[in-house]
């Protein structure tokens, strides 16, 4: 077991506390899934509930801090090189349709660069954490990337781009090039827990386009942290600019950035 830092302490409270309110929301959403009047106003008042949560408690322990913030955007605090970098709820689609899949993710950067996340799966009660230079951890317990190395036994989530969202026929090559060398690929709608479960060498890697900072920033240190590579499309550091990102284990990384290089350049 181990002791944890009085940052990650903060963040996971945080956590908790906002996860207590979003968990209440989703046991009405089955109830409200029925009715005519329809759920997505409902899900956004959780959302912005949690996210006020997260700010409150958040300010009370580090008030100089700032934020970006999904919903509620920039906040600057007199501490300008530390922010915090929040999704109160990732996976909104899974929550609005009563599919238990969604978390909270909270990341601090420092100086520009993340420094420590936090991703809450409240529903398993999964504690996701990392520190920089602290590892990775879940519920307290060492996590580390997978140690698969051949593509043909390895397993890769995505995200699949939807309505909005634009590379739709490059996505489908990805989606083909991917598919036809692997063992398998899954969707299940946030992002967060996919870098998470990287982290946790559940999957080999994980890899989207157009996402947001606050749906990478504490899965990049997650994976960092569990010995895994984290690069945009072009094997740079600048996935929280772009929005595009490839995280996977040490092994695999490489492999899964040139397969998806190749189809980027058709
Ligand atoms: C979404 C989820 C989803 C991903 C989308 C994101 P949100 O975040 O992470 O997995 O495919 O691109 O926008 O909207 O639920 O916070």
Known sequence: MLQQSALLNVMTAAARKAARGLVRDFGEIENLQVSKKG?????????????KTLVRELTKARPNFSFL???GGEIEGTDT???????????TTNFLHGLPHFSISIALERDGEPFAG?????????????????GAHLNNRRIRVSARKNLEESLFATGIPFAGRDGHDRYLQQLKSVMAQTSGIRRFGSAALDLAYVAA????GFWETGLHPWDVAAGIVLVREAGGYVTDMAGKD????SGDIIAANDLLHGTLSKILAKTASK
């Open 238 to 241: 600048g996935m929280l600019n």
């Open 69 to 71: 913030l999904e919903e």
């Open 39 to 51: 759920t997505a106003d409902f899900v956004s008042t959780a959302d912005t509930k949690a996210e």
């Open 81 to 91: 090189s530390n922010r915090w970098i929040i999704d109160p709820l990732d996976g």
């Open 118 to 134: 936090v991703i809450y799966e409240p529903v398993s009660d999964q504690m996701f954490t990392a520190e920089k230079g602290q």
């Open 201 to 204: 060498g559940r999957y080999e």
